[in-house]
């Protein structure tokens, strides 16, 4: 075999390679994280309390379930999904001067 065959075929092989490392590497559409869609994780600004929160959004029966971070100030909220869409509360959430960031509760699976 000539050099210019040997390269060509050494590259297919590394072209083949690298596209099913990186396929077998991708989350399969079964195996999506499943949102809880009527959970929200809040991180709050330092001095907010829930409280405060659930009194600005009262109207959708925002209410604490736990506390997930003391130190970082993150609690998880239950809403009436009938109320409002869960994408909608987490944009009128994120513009909230008293809350540094929210997101939606994926249910997750322990690692092995």
Avoid: G, W
Wanted: hydrophobic share 35%.
């Amino acid at each position: 075999m000539d050099k210019k065959r040997l390269l060509f075929i050494s590259n297919i092989y590394c072209i083949c390679f690298a596209f099913s490392f990186t396929y077998s590497c991708k989350t399969k559409s079964k195996e999506l994280i499943a949102t809880q869609n009527n959970t929200v994780i809040i991180d709050l600004k330092e001095s907010v309390t829930p409280e405060q929160i659930i009194a600005d959004f009262n109207t959708i029966s925002l209410q604490q379930e736990k506390k997930i971070s003391n130190a970082l100030n993150i609690h998880l909220f239950s809403f009436d999904e009938n109320k409002i869409p869960i994408d909608t509360l987490l944009l009128k959430l994120k513009e909230s001067e008293k809350v540094d960031n929210a997101q939606s509760n994926k249910k997750t699976n322990a690692r092995n």
